[in-house]
């Protein structure tokens, strides 16, 4: 396939589905986690700060790390990207599913709203006793860790950590959608996460089209219809600008 295939079965597709992870809001200037230089995994592992154990070692330095992703995410405004996202959405209506990996919320702050979040959302605890979710306080009157303004317990990040099961509603939904999809676009990710970076496979098993928009090759490139590489930006730009 040719780009300017790709751009045909995309303005064609009545439906889309759509994976995003940290390279699309890496022009919000927002870290991605892989980035050799500046991807958090260059500076911390994983599991010291994104699983139930490290949590429980140590809840206070975990939460210092969320807290301070949280006051970033906060300072951050959704790009071009997540705008085009939005608005393909809008021309395809229901026949658009939009399934991420981020946390940092700009997707819905962008206007998207068939939209899942699989890894969970930065911007609200869940109570370790209750199971209650809120917002977080605002940045500035947030001090670590919240207290559940239901039962007074102590809340955890909302996030989904290494060893923990993604929501079974969202990841099934976003598996019908990508079953379903005559066009799904794989941005922004490197792909190696997994269930997510299976959702590509769905479609691809069906007979369907999966386009990845990423400025470097990913473990999914080979599996794929067509490679943009470019920003998630540029690249959303070029399938979707009309001529
Ligand atoms: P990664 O950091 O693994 O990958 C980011 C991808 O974005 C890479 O393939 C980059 O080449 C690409 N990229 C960088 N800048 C870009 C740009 N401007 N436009 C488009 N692409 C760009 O991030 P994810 O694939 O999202 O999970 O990582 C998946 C999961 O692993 C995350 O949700 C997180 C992480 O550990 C948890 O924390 C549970």
Same mark, same amino acid.
């Given at each position: 396939?040719?780009?300017?295939?790709?751009?045909?079965?995309?303005?064609?597709?009545?439906?889309?589905?759509?994976?995003?992870?940290?390279?699309?809001?890496?022009?919000?200037?927002? +870290?991605?986690?892989?980035?050799?230089?500046?991807?958090?995994?260059?500076?911390?592992? +994983?599991?010291?700060?994104?699983?139930?154990?490290?949590?429980?070692?140590?809840?206070?330095?975990?939460?210092?790390?969320?807290?301070?992703?949280?006051?970033? *995410?906060?300072?951050?405004?959704?790009?071009?990207?997540?705008?085009?996202?939005?608005?393909?959405?809008?021309?395809?209506?229901?026949?658009?599913?939009?399934?991420?990996?981020?946390?940092?919320?700009?997707?819905?702050?962008?206007?998207?709203?068939?939209?899942?979040?699989?890894?969970?959302?930065?911007?609200?605890?869940?109570?370790?006793?209750?199971?209650?979710?809120?917002?977080? +306080?605002? +940045?500035?009157?947030?001090?670590?860790?919240? *207290?559940?303004?239901?039962?007074?317990?102590?809340?955890?990040?909302?996030? *989904?950590?290494?060893?923990?099961?993604?929501?079974?509603?969202?990841?099934?939904?976003?598996?019908?959608?990508?079953?379903?999809?005559?066009?799904?676009?794989?941005?922004?990710?490197?792909?190696? *996460?997994?269930?997510?970076?299976?959702?590509?496979?769905?479609?691809?098993?069906?007979?369907?089209?999966?386009?990845?928009?990423?400025?470097?090759?990913?473990?999914?490139?080979?599996?794929?219809?067509?490679?943009?590489?470019?920003?998630?930006?540029?690249?959303?730009?070029?399938?979707?600008?009309?001529?």
């Amino acid at each position: 396939m040719n780009l300017s295939q790709a751009r045909a079965a995309l303005s064609d597709a009545r439906r889309v589905a759509v994976l995003t992870g940290a390279g699309i809001s890496a022009e919000s200037g927002i +870290p991605t986690f892989r980035d050799a230089q500046t991807g958090h995994w260059a500076r911390f592992k +994983p599991e010291d700060l994104a699983s139930p154990e490290a949590y429980f070692r140590d809840p206070a330095l975990v939460w210092e790390w969320y807290a301070g992703r949280y006051r970033d *995410v906060m300072a951050a405004t959704p790009n071009t990207g997540h705008t085009l996202l939005a608005q393909l959405e809008r021309q395809k209506a229901d026949g658009f599913f939009l399934a991420t990996q981020n946390v940092d919320g700009l997707h819905a702050r962008a206007g998207s709203e068939r939209l899942v979040e699989l890894h969970g959302n930065l911007t609200t605890a869940r109570c370790e006793v209750c199971g209650h979710i809120e917002d977080l +306080p605002s +940045p500035q009157d947030f001090t670590p860790p919240p *207290v559940c303004s239901r039962c007074g317990g102590r809340m955890r990040p909302n996030i *989904v950590w290494f060893g923990e099961f993604l929501p079974e509603q969202a990841l099934q939904a976003s598996a019908d959608a990508f079953a379903a999809a005559d066009v799904a676009l794989v941005i922004g990710t490197s792909g190696v *996460v997994y269930p997510a970076a299976g959702l590509a496979f769905e479609t691809l098993e069906r007979g369907g089209t999966v386009i990845e928009i990423n400025p470097d090759e990913t473990e999914l490139t080979p599996h794929l219809s067509f490679s943009l590489r470019d920003t998630a930006s540029k690249g959303l730009a070029t399938l979707t600008e009309e001529d």
